[in-house]
């Protein structure tokens, strides 16, 4: 099992920020998949969780309204769209296979500053 994410950085409050994760070694349609963060210390935390094909996603509080999770399960790839972005959603974002939270992916960093 690999999960790779991918297009984090550097990005002003208020600003968009979309980040990917491409999975592979599993059969990803099977599963549902989340996205958590941690930022500098900080406990990690939930913030979007999506089903398998994509019907169902619920979203942290503190995100809700701004962030959205998708997924293409032709490409093996789940998604994070990060909008009004505000300083504290600085954190690392990780991809987490399943509602078991098995495999984590290895992180990408997202800064969001002036």
């Known amino acids: 099992v690999q999960l790779v994410e991918s297009g984090g950085g550097l990005v002003q409050p208020g600003g968009s920020l979309r980040i990917s994760c491409a999975a592979s070694g599993f059969t990803f349609s099977r599963y549902g998949m989340s996205w958590h963060r941690q930022a500098p210390g900080k406990e990690r935390e939930l913030v979007a969780a999506?089903?398998?094909?994509?019907?169902?996603?619920e979203y942290a509080d503190s995100v809700k309204g701004r962030f959205t999770i998708s997924r293409d399960n032709a490409e093996n790839t789940v998604y994070l769209q990060m909008n009004s972005l505000k300083l504290e959603d600085t954190a690392v974002y990780y991809c987490v296979r399943g509602f078991r939270f098995d495999y984590w992916g290895q992180g990408t960093q997202v800064t969001v500053s002036s």
């Open positions: 999506i089903s398998n094909a994509g019907g169902s996603t």
